[in-house]
């Protein structure tokens, strides 16, 4: 292993590829909010899982330890090794993704799964960390230059490639979360602020194109697509729910109308453990997963809820320390792409279930049930874990 | 290091991953704030949306008040019917046609039926699916028996209405009809689907017998309700608790039913039997009043109908089988024979949902068994309701001729006549008028005859009444009362307007005159706007355009015997006699009479009163005999002989009759459509009700109800 070591770094030489030691030097910070959010997340699944099936409790236990194997596991390597294989990574993936386009399995009405013998893979999802991983790597290669507009326009064309080929399935949730990890990124990677500015005002004007397209949207007819850009009818009716709540009573929008109701009903404190009228009586579906937060807001109320958004701040926060303090670049990038992803994750969830988004299928971090994404969210927690073995750069430098 | 120069990481990369940390925090905090928003300033809205989403309540349906014959049978009452439900969210998918199989083994529900209707209710697996109605008490049993390879399978019950006399006083019962749109808006305590009186006494006392119903206050799935269950012994009761080991029912919450009033009528169930046998095939109508109060002894009118068909109803639907006849089938082919063992049970009056549940363990057993299940509710109900091309050879059998039957008097108006020119003082008792058998206005023009065309001679007025001479009252009516005041008087005994009797739909009858006629013609010429004597003359012997019901006769029979009082007649006991003052003179009174007694009890060889029929030797029984003409006698004096008449050309038979000298004094009137002659079609039949009323009760004091003691003859 110790060949590769030039190349990434001539600085240390007590570097090793693998280093099992490393989890003697875990920052136990993160650690503890990792185990103190698994364990509201069991708490939860177990009031979730008591309406339908008490296994799911079981196994969402079982996951955390088979994903905190896994972290123990990425600690140990060094992520100056995973980022050099990162043109690999994105070769594969982007293959994959053409794949699934091609032979994929098509459940409710995407085309998101490639069924293999023994599991099925979800290219998207594992896509989300092969792009922390490629633009950590492109963005270290370009170094400086990225504040040229070719350089910085080329990263969007990388992020472009898996965006597009994922809008396609459609999955409308993982491309959007492409999006603001390629910006928060390079804006890490420090580019100009007025690329920046640009990108984000042509983002923005996504918006009075949708507009356009929603404006004489109804429902209930089903119209067929005029042009490439144009959504398509159910995700118009996603839209058009979130934009008019009083149709969410009647059809389309009963998740979102629901959710609202069982997180409302929870008050300050409350309704208690298991006590969830909402839940319990199923008229929340999908709260074992993507739901799970109304389920807790429910039981727990205002309380609860704070103190979980605390927890994942304060997760989040850590993470993006870890980012301010490495001594280099690419812990920085790694972190803080791995650190949007997660909080993504957070942010959009919670605010589908509050009803301040339309729904996407977007799972929470720790709590919704879910084996694979379970062991993603346990792989970011070991990349993160992993960028502060390398703090002592400080001191060598 | 010396050896490396290379910068790690540019200047600002610090501040940069702040700003993002930042962006971050604020996202959150707007997660909060709207989280904020949602749980603590809107709270009360969503409390009160996800408590409606997780309680419902579930109806508990109460029990229509039961009727009651004057001593105490229960003439109209509840049964529990049962229903085979199926919710096929409790039963194993898997396991659904297997089920449905066995449902046709043990019940006999069609397999594929039950299957086609699970089909359709696919999407909501928590709903109830009526595999069969109204199940008997043996099918019941079964499918408890097999309830553990039944899964999903229950028995719901709800209380049904039930006449328990069947067709015996059905029109005076009513019927039941399911609520419309319009009364369920502007009635209260009304659910959709509710049975509501539509006609007789269940229309008229609709709010009195209509009870309250309960709730449950059951939590309630997303994908359906709990059900409401039904055990072997028709109990309802509702799992206590869910698979979770969650209460289903909330606590303190619950809301019995309330039964309706119950309704304590005057009539005599025995006699009503025995009068609506007596009328058998024929057309027509028994009123039997007591004479001093108006209470309804009897109200019988044929041909009738039995209201159970109604509550069973189910035409319209021809893919449900239809169930059964409770009654007809309980081994009471007819349905003035004796009414089903299980009605010797004394019933105990207004004890609700216990009794009704003891009674579905022996009713549903015995009065609704499966044995016979031909759908002839299905011809019958269409055929009540008009649904059916009406048969015009049979006669109209919704409308009850005894109250909303309207017929001209005949010769039963000469009492009216009598009465009335005696009062006035214009004839009196030894007033006589020479019946040369016509009779012609100023002794010239259109001459009228007697029915007797020989003539009665020299008559007074109690003769007149006795031998029924028509001359003498063309006599009393043109040149003694006039219209005018037969008008008056007809205003005074309630003819030609409503008697009041508590039931809908009451006919007021007609006596004509000259402002009515004016009315009726107006803007014709004048001719024939204006009254002419000769209207007077048919008017006197209860004809030209006259028509009164039965009950009106019976009220004015009544005040015959009561001293001269119009009563007010009644069936509910709690509204008691309603009497006007004296109309009569005692004078007047007596020789009324006078005559009525001398046409019953003239016998042969004598002239021999026309009600002669009547005459019950130690008794005191008044009658007076009508004929009344539907067709002008040019028209019958077509045919030879007077059975060779059509039916429908002949005359209405009529009997008033009394008894003064027994308690009750009954008022009785006889209508038999086109019976031809009052003393041969009418007369018989108030003279059996009177042995038949007598013999049974002897001379009865009071009216007081024996109660319990109705076995020994009832209905013969």
Same mark, same amino acid.
């Given at each position: 292993?110790?060949?590769?070591?030039?190349?990434?770094?001539?600085?240390?030489?007590?570097?090793?590829?693998?280093? $099992?030691?490393?989890?003697?030097?875990?920052?136990?910070?993160?650690?503890?909010?990792?185990?103190?959010?698994?364990?509201?997340?069991?708490?939860?699944?177990?009031?979730?899982?008591?309406?339908?099936?008490?296994?799911?409790?079981?196994?969402?236990?079982?996951?955390?330890?088979?994903?905190?194997?896994?972290?123990?596991?990425?600690?140990?390597?060094?992520?100056?090794?995973?980022?050099?294989?990162?043109?690999?990574?994105?070769?594969?993936?982007?293959?994959?993704?053409?794949?699934?386009?091609?032979?994929?399995?098509?459940?409710?009405?995407?085309?998101?799964?490639?069924?293999?013998?023994?599991?099925?893979?979800?290219?998207? #999802?594992?896509?989300?960390?092969?792009?922390?991983?490629?633009?950590?790597?492109?963005?270290?290669?370009?170094?400086?230059?990225?504040?040229?507009? =070719?350089?910085?326009?080329?990263?969007?064309?990388?992020?472009?490639?898996?965006?597009?080929?994922?809008?396609?399935?459609?999955?409308?949730?993982?491309?959007?979360?492409?999006?603001?990890?390629?910006?928060?990124?390079?804006?890490?990677?420090?580019?100009?602020?007025?690329?920046?500015?640009?990108?984000?005002?042509?983002?923005?004007?996504?918006? $009075?194109?949708?507009?356009?397209?929603?404006?004489?949207?109804?429902?209930?007819?089903?119209? $067929?697509?005029?042009?490439?850009?144009?959504?398509?009818?159910?995700?118009?009716?996603?839209?058009?729910?979130?934009?008019?709540?009083?149709?969410?009573?009647?059809?389309?929008?009963?998740?979102?109308?629901?959710?609202?109701?069982?997180?409302?009903?929870?008050?300050?404190?409350?309704?208690?453990?298991?006590?969830?009228?909402?839940?319990?009586?199923?008229?929340?579906?999908?709260?074992?997963?993507? =739901?799970?937060?109304?389920?807790?807001?429910?039981?727990?109320? =205002?309380?609860?809820?704070?103190?979980?958004?605390?927890?994942?701040?304060?997760?989040?926060?850590?993470?993006?320390?870890?980012?301010?303090?490495?001594? #280099?670049?690419?812990?920085?990038?790694?972190?803080?792409?791995?650190?949007?992803?997660?909080?993504?994750?957070?942010?959009?969830?919670?605010?589908?279930?509050?009803?301040?988004?339309?729904?996407?299928?977007?799972?929470?971090?720790?709590?919704?049930?879910?084996?694979? =994404?379970?062991?993603?969210?346990?792989?970011?927690?070991?990349?993160?874990?992993?960028? $502060?073995?390398?703090?002592?750069?400080?001191?060598?430098? | 290091?010396?050896?490396?120069?290379?910068?790690?990481?540019?200047?600002?990369?610090?501040?940069?991953?702040?700003?993002?940390?930042?962006?971050?925090?604020?996202?959150?905090?707007?997660?909060?704030?709207?989280?904020?928003?949602?749980?603590?300033?809107?709270?009360?809205?969503?409390?009160?949306?996800?408590?409606?989403?997780?309680?419902?309540?579930?109806?508990?349906?109460?029990?229509?008040?039961?009727?009651?014959?004057?001593?105490?049978?229960?003439?109209?009452?509840?049964?529990?019917?049962?229903?085979?439900?199926?919710?096929?969210?409790?039963?194993?998918?898997?396991?659904?046609?297997?089920?449905?199989?066995?449902?046709?083994?043990?019940?006999?529900?069609?397999?594929?039926?039950?299957?086609?209707?699970?089909?359709?209710?696919?999407?909501?697996?928590?709903?109830?699916?009526?595999?069969?109605?109204?199940?008997?008490?043996?099918?019941?049993?079964?499918?408890?028996?097999?309830?553990?390879?039944?899964?999903?399978?229950?028995?719901?019950?709800?209380?049904?209405?039930?006449?328990?006399?069947?067709?015996?006083?059905?029109?005076? &019962?009513?019927?039941?009809?399911?609520?419309?749109?319009?009364?369920?808006?502007?009635?209260?305590?009304?659910?959709?689907?509710?049975?509501?009186?539509?006609?007789?006494?269940?229309?008229?006392?609709?709010?009195?017998?209509?009870?309250?119903?309960?709730?449950?206050?059951?939590?309630?799935?997303?994908?359906?309700?709990?059900?409401?269950?039904?055990?072997?012994?028709?109990?309802?009761?509702?799992?206590?608790?869910?698979?979770?080991?969650?209460?289903?029912?909330?606590?303190?919450?619950?809301?019995?039913?309330?039964?309706?009033?119950? &309704?304590?009528?005057?009539?005599?169930?025995?006699?009503?039997?025995?009068?609506?046998?007596?009328?058998?095939?024929?057309?027509?109508?028994?009123?039997?009043?007591?004479?001093?109060? *108006?209470?309804?002894?009897?109200?019988?009118?044929?041909?009738?109908?039995?209201?159970?068909?109604?509550?069973?109803?189910?035409?319209?639907?021809?893919?449900?089988?239809?169930?059964?006849?409770?009654?007809?089938?309980?081994?009471?082919?007819?349905?003035?024979?004796?009414?089903?063992?299980?009605?010797?049970?004394?019933?105990?009056?207004?004890?609700?949902?216990?009794?009704?549940?003891?009674? +579905?363990?022996?009713?549903?057993?015995?009065?609704?068994?499966?044995?016979?299940?031909?759908?002839?509710?299905?011809?019958?109900?269409?055929?009540?309701?008009?649904?059916?091309?009406?048969?015009?050879?049979?006669?109209?059998?919704?409308?009850?001729?005894?109250?909303?039957?309207?017929?001209?008097?005949?010769?039963?108006?000469?009492?009216?006549?009598?009465?009335?020119?005696?009062?006035?003082?214009?004839?009196?008792?030894?007033?006589?008028?020479?019946?040369?058998?016509?009779?012609?206005?100023?002794?010239?023009?259109?001459?009228?005859?007697?029915?007797?065309?020989?003539?009665?001679?020299?008559?007074?007025?109690?003769? +007149?009444?006795?031998?029924?001479?028509?001359?003498?009252?063309?006599?009393?009516?043109?040149?003694? &009362?006039?219209?005018?005041?037969?008008?008056?008087?007809?205003?005074?005994?309630?003819?030609?307007?409503?008697?009041?009797?508590?039931?809908?739909?009451?006919?007021?009858?007609?006596?004509?005159?000259?402002?009515?006629?004016?009315?009726?013609?107006?803007?014709?010429?004048?001719?024939?706007?204006?009254?002419?004597?000769?209207?007077?003359?048919?008017?006197?012997?209860?004809?030209?355009?006259?028509?009164?019901?039965?009950?009106?006769?019976?009220?004015?029979?009544?005040?015959?015997?009561?001293?001269?009082?119009?009563?007010?007649?009644?069936?509910?006991?709690?509204?008691?006699?309603?009497?006007?003052?004296?109309?009569?003179?005692?004078?007047?009174?007596?020789?009324?009479?006078?005559?009525?007694?001398?046409?019953?009890?003239?016998?042969?060889?004598?002239?021999?009163?026309? *009600?002669?029929?009547?005459?019950?030797? *130690?008794?005191?029984?008044?009658?007076?005999?009508?004929?009344?003409?539907?067709?002008?006698?040019?028209?019958?004096?077509?045919?030879?002989?007077?059975?060779?008449?059509?039916?429908?050309?002949?005359?209405?038979?009529?009997?008033?009759?009394?008894?003064?000298?027994?308690?009750?004094?009954?008022?009785?009137?006889?209508?038999?459509?086109?019976?031809?002659?009052?003393?041969?079609?009418?007369?018989?039949?108030?003279?059996?009700?009177?042995?038949?009323?007598?013999?049974?009760?002897?001379?009865?004091?009071?009216?007081?109800?024996?109660?319990?003691?109705?076995?020994?003859?009832?209905?013969?």
């Amino acid at each position: 292993m110790a060949m590769y070591s030039a190349e990434f770094n001539v600085h240390d030489a007590t570097m090793r590829v693998v280093n $099992p030691r490393n989890i003697l030097r875990i920052d136990w910070m993160l650690p503890i909010f990792v185990i103190l959010l698994a364990a509201a997340g069991w708490f939860t699944m177990y009031s979730a899982s008591r309406s339908s099936d008490v296994s799911y409790f079981y196994r969402q236990v079982a996951f955390f330890f088979i994903g905190a194997a896994i972290t123990l596991i990425i600690v140990c390597i060094d992520y100056r090794f995973l980022v050099s294989l990162a043109p690999v990574m994105y070769a594969v993936i982007v293959l994959l993704l053409v794949a699934v386009l091609l032979w994929g399995t098509e459940i409710k009405g995407g085309k998101r799964w490639l069924r293999f013998g023994l599991f099925n893979l979800q290219p998207s #999802e594992t896509s989300k960390i092969v792009m922390v991983y490629a633009l950590t790597w492109y963005l270290t290669t370009v170094g400086p230059r990225i504040r040229n507009l =070719f350089w910085f326009l080329l990263a969007f064309v990388i992020a472009g490639v898996p965006m597009v080929l994922i809008l396609k399935q459609p999955n409308l949730g993982t491309a959007g979360c492409l999006a603001p990890l390629t910006i928060v990124m390079l804006w890490v990677a420090g580019c100009k602020r007025w690329h920046m500015a640009v990108i984000i005002g042509l983002g923005l004007s996504v918006i $009075p194109l949708l507009w356009l397209q929603m404006r004489d949207f109804d429902p209930e007819i089903e119209t $067929p697509r005029k042009a490439a850009y144009e959504l398509k009818h159910y995700q118009k009716k996603r839209i058009y729910t979130f934009l008019h709540p009083e149709y969410a009573t009647r059809k389309s929008g009963w998740h979102t109308y629901q959710s609202k109701i069982t997180v409302g009903s929870g008050g300050l404190s409350g309704k208690g453990y298991l006590k969830g009228t909402q839940t319990r009586l199923n008229y929340l579906p999908e709260h074992h997963t993507d =739901f799970i937060f109304s389920l807790l807001a429910e039981e727990h109320g =205002f309380v609860g809820a704070v103190v979980v958004i605390g927890l994942f701040a304060a997760f989040l926060l850590r993470g993006l320390m870890y980012a301010r303090d490495c001594p #280099e670049m690419m812990g920085t990038l790694l972190a803080s792409g791995i650190v949007t992803v997660l909080a993504f994750h957070v942010f959009v969830n919670i605010a589908i279930t509050i009803g301040l988004m339309p729904v996407t299928g977007i799972p929470l971090p720790f709590l919704s049930y879910g084996g694979s =994404f379970y062991m993603t969210t346990m792989i970011c927690v070991g990349i993160l874990l992993n960028v $502060p073995m390398r703090r002592g750069l400080m001191f060598i430098n | 290091m010396p050896g490396s120069k290379k910068p790690l990481r540019y200047e600002g990369v610090e501040l940069r991953v702040q700003l993002v940390a930042l962006l971050m925090t604020l996202a959150l905090s707007v997660l909060c704030l709207q989280l904020w928003r949602l749980q603590m300033v809107h709270l009360a809205e969503f409390r009160a949306l996800a408590e409606d989403n997780r309680v419902w309540p579930k109806r508990l349906k109460s029990e229509r008040g039961v009727i009651y014959a004057n001593d105490g049978t229960v003439l109209a009452d509840n049964r529990a019917s049962a229903d085979v439900v199926l919710v096929p969210g409790e039963c194993p998918k898997e396991r659904l046609p297997g089920v449905c199989e066995s449902l046709e083994r043990i019940i006999e529900a069609p397999a594929d039926l039950t299957l086609a209707k699970i089909q359709e209710s696919a999407g909501e697996p928590f709903t109830q699916i009526t595999v069969k109605r109204d199940v008997s008490k043996s099918a019941l049993m079964r499918v408890e028996e097999h309830s553990y390879d039944l899964p999903g399978v229950f028995t719901v019950v709800h209380p049904q209405r039930r006449y328990r006399y069947g067709k015996t006083a059905g029109q005076v &019962l009513g019927y039941l009809n399911e609520i419309t749109q319009e009364e369920f808006d502007s009635w209260d305590n009304y659910s959709k689907g509710d049975l509501v009186g539509r006609s007789g006494l269940e229309g008229r006392y609709e709010k009195w017998l209509h009870g309250r119903d309960g709730y449950m206050h059951v939590t309630k799935y997303a994908a359906g309700l709990p059900q409401l269950r039904t055990d072997a012994r028709g109990v309802p009761y509702i799992a206590e608790r869910d698979s979770l080991g969650n209460t289903l029912e909330e606590e303190g919450m619950r809301q019995e039913p309330a039964a309706g009033k119950p &309704l304590h009528l005057t009539l005599d169930i025995q006699l009503q039997t025995y009068c609506e046998e007596i009328l058998g095939n024929e057309t027509g109508a028994i009123v039997v009043l007591d004479g001093d109060t *108006g209470a309804v002894l009897a109200l019988a009118s044929m041909p009738g109908y039995d209201p159970n068909i109604f509550v069973n109803r189910d035409f319209g639907a021809p893919k449900r089988k239809k169930k059964t006849e409770p009654k007809e089938n309980a081994g009471a082919p007819d349905a003035q024979t004796a009414p089903g063992p299980e009605e010797k049970e004394t019933p105990k009056p207004a004890d609700g949902q216990e009794a009704s549940n003891a009674q +579905a363990a022996a009713g549903s057993g015995g009065a609704a068994p499966t044995a016979d299940s031909t759908p002839r509710g299905n011809d019958e109900l269409r055929e009540l309701l008009g649904l059916a091309k009406p048969d015009p050879s049979r006669p109209n059998r919704m409308i009850h001729r005894g109250y909303a039957g309207q017929y001209p008097p005949g010769s039963i108006f000469k009492v009216f006549l009598a009465a009335a020119a005696l009062e006035e003082g214009l004839i009196t008792p030894e007033t006589t008028f020479f019946c040369p058998g016509h009779f012609q206005i100023g002794g010239k023009g259109n001459s009228w005859y007697c029915w007797r065309h020989s003539g009665h001679g020299s008559v007074t007025v109690v003769e +007149a009444l006795a031998y029924s001479c028509d001359v003498f009252f063309y006599n009393v009516g043109l040149n003694k &009362l006039g219209v005018e005041r037969i008008a008056k008087w007809a205003h005074k005994l309630g003819m030609s307007e409503k008697t009041g009797i508590d039931l809908p739909g009451e006919m007021p009858g007609l006596i004509p005159d000259p402002e009515w006629k004016r009315l009726l013609n107006k803007g014709k010429p004048v001719w024939e706007q204006n009254w002419h004597p000769g209207e007077t003359v048919n008017l006197s012997i209860g004809q030209g355009g006259a028509t009164t019901t039965p009950l009106q006769n019976a009220v004015l029979m009544a005040s015959i015997l009561n001293g001269g009082v119009r009563v007010r007649p009644y069936l509910n006991q709690e509204l008691g006699p309603q009497n006007s003052e004296r109309l009569f003179s005692e004078a007047t009174l007596a020789t009324v009479i006078k005559g009525m007694r001398l046409c019953v009890e003239d016998g042969p060889p004598a002239p021999s009163g026309t *009600g002669h029929v009547a005459y019950t030797p *130690g008794m005191a029984v008044l009658g007076k005999t009508g004929s009344a003409q539907v067709v002008s006698l040019k028209v019958q004096k077509m045919f030879k002989r007077p059975e060779d008449v059509p039916r429908k050309y002949r005359e209405h038979a009529w009997f008033v009759a009394g008894v003064l000298d027994r308690q009750p004094k009954l008022a009785i009137c006889v209508l038999v459509e086109h019976g031809f002659h009052g003393a041969e079609a009418a007369a018989p039949l108030a003279k059996k009700v009177i042995d038949f009323y007598y013999a049974k009760t002897g001379s009865r004091e009071t009216m007081t109800a024996r109660q319990g003691d109705t076995d020994g003859d009832v209905l013969r």
